[in-house]
């Protein structure tokens, strides 16, 4: 269930804590070099659903960590089904709540026959390296692997225990994040790779680095009608299609409240002056005043800012009738929900029923979906992420953000850890094709990202 990382973001920030530069020495040649092997090792781990190949990239990644001086009682690989979750600690010096790393090892599915390139064999071409994974979530999982492994090898010492939580199905259930949140719900907060990050501009420059403490909760509810159909040489009044038909043309026409966080204020504020325009003055007058509808009706009528103002729902599955020649028995669809941090799912779900507005239907939530609310933006947090930023482009400030999918960081949130996406990726916008044909990711920044995670985790470790 990834996310667009920069869905919703632009341009320069209005938050930034300082500056500075790394206080260690930039990553060697051989750091560079063990890390792009570490990542075009990591992608040909085919590590989709239904595969079994999670727990085989879960040991590989175990026996780096090893070679680095992990002991065996460091890391633990727990099976769950066909794939795994893994956790690797680098122990602290008091008993303090654990800062956990968060990323997943699972990929989504990608087709061979449509890639110009075989997905699961990582090619390196022209500074980029592709393949399934490769900046979804592999690329910053790689990199907190590499950044714990050297910080093992110097013999650091955090304050709290670090511990590195892979999960192994991201894309697809998230019962093993749900496990994963359970049983390290008591730690201070959590850092992920699998959000935020930095966006380029075409020329490479860099325009802002989003700081991700929030995200929009997923939900999928069923909007149902039955009947008891018959012939369809006699039409009745009650066919579930008709109805159904009215119940999502009304759906469609509903725009939810609009809302806003410290998250979306900062990151409308910092986007209107990237996007220039009537959208982006709509922008800055909808982060001053909220209740500007207009200039909400404004920023709604660009798909990548409506999840900014407001919840979304929209129906993306319909599945009705039996027969040709019958009146079809029932006729439902599904509405998939992208939910503002604070409202609950069994809101939304009341909501629906009261927009459907026919008593003849049936409005139910599928699955478990979880909501969160943002986390808080801890000073500790930010003043990390703005110095570590800072030493790779100096003087861009750090933009607040609330990602429009989501990461594992719900599941952490929702039990009252506080999570924040930290990705070390900067990327171009046409360079970003997660769960796309030719996933790519370019690679001639991986010692600025090595020396970004360094630099967190000491500044972290060390409070």
Do not use: C
């Given at each position: 269930m990834h996310k667009a990382k920069w869905v919703g973001m632009a341009a320069v920030a209005t938050l930034m804590l300082g500056s500075g530069?790394?206080?260690?020495?930039?990553?060697?040649?051989?750091?560079v070099a063990a890390a792009k092997a570490l990542l075009m090792k990591g992608v040909g781990f085919r590590t989709v659903e239904g595969q079994g190949q999670v727990p085989a990239y879960a040991a590989y990644i175990a026996s780096v960590l090893k070679q680095a001086g992990?002991?065996?009682?460091?890391?633990?690989?727990?099976?769950?089904?066909e794939t795994?979750?893994?956790?690797?600690?680098?122990?602290?010096?008091?008993?303090?709540?654990?800062?956990?790393?968060?990323?997943?090892?699972?990929?989504?599915?990608?087709?061979?026959?449509?890639?110009?390139?075989d997905p699961f064999v990582a090619v390196e071409e022209n500074g980029y390296v592709f393949g399934r994974g490769s900046e979804d979530?592999?690329?910053?999982?790689?990199?907190?692997?590499?950044?714990?492994?050297?910080?093992?090898?110097?013999?650091?010492?955090?304050?709290?225990?670090?511990?590195l939580v892979l999960s192994g199905d991201e894309e697809t259930e998230m019962k093993t994040t749900a496990a994963l949140a359970e049983k390290y719900k008591g730690a201070e907060f959590a850092l992920n790779g699998d959000g935020g990050g930095g966006l380029l501009s075409e020329d490479g420059k860099p325009l802002f680095y989003g700081l991700q403490a929030g995200e929009k909760s997923y939900a999928d509810y069923q909007i149902a009608f039955t009947d008891p159909g018959g012939h369809s040489s006699a039409p009745t009044t009650t066919n579930p299609v008709y109805r159904l038909a009215k119940a999502l043309d009304r759906v469609g026409g509903y725009h939810f409240p609009n809302q806003i966080n410290e998250l979306t204020k900062a990151s409308?504020?910092?986007?209107?002056?990237?996007?220039?325009?009537?959208?982006?003055?709509?922008?800055?007058?909808?982060?001053?005043?909220?209740?500007?509808?207009?200039?909400?009706?404004?920023?709604?009528?660009?798909?990548?800012?409506?999840?900014?103002?407001?919840t979304t729902c929209v129906a993306t599955m319909v599945n009705a009738g039996h027969a040709q020649n019958a009146l079809p028995q029932s006729a439902t669809a599904n509405i998939n929900c992208r939910i503002f941090p604070g409202v609950s799912v069994e809101a939304i779900q009341a909501k629906l029923t009261e927009v459907v507005a026919d008593a003849t239907a049936k409005v139910t939530v599928l699955g478990d979906p979880l909501a969160s609310d943002a986390s808080p933006l801890r000073k500790d947090v930010v003043?990390?992420?703005?110095?570590?930023?800072?030493?790779?482009?100096?003087?861009?400030?750090?933009?607040?953000?609330?990602?429009?999918?989501?990461?594992?960081?719900?599941?952490?949130?929702?039990?009252?850890?506080?999570?924040?996406?930290?990705?070390?990726?900067?990327?171009?916008?046409?360079?970003?094709?997660?769960h796309g044909l030719n996933e790519r990711v370019d690679i001639r920044t991986l010692g600025a990202a090595l020396d970004q995670w360094e630099s967190v985790l000491r500044d972290i470790g060390s409070q």
């Open positions: 530069s790394a206080a260690f020495a930039k990553a060697s040649a051989a750091d992990y002991a065996d009682t460091d890391i633990e690989i727990t099976p769950m089904g795994a979750t893994l956790a690797a600690t680098l122990k602290g010096t008091t008993r303090g709540k654990p800062i956990v790393l968060l990323g997943h090892m699972d990929v989504v599915e990608a087709k061979a026959a449509d890639w110009t390139r979530n592999k690329y910053d999982v790689t990199l907190m692997i590499a950044t714990m492994a050297k910080l093992k090898k110097e013999g650091f010492k955090p304050r709290r225990d670090i511990i409308l504020t910092a986007a209107s002056t990237q996007v220039g325009g009537e959208v982006g003055a709509a922008m800055a007058r909808y982060a001053r005043n909220p209740n500007d509808a207009a200039a909400a009706d404004l920023i709604a009528t660009r798909p990548e800012y409506v999840g900014q103002v407001r003043a990390a992420v703005t110095k570590a930023v800072n030493a790779r482009y100096p003087g861009l400030t750090i933009t607040p953000s609330m990602s429009a999918g989501a990461t594992d960081s719900l599941y952490f949130r929702a039990l009252g850890v506080p999570s924040y996406g930290v990705s070390s990726l900067f990327a171009r916008s046409e360079d970003s094709f997660a």
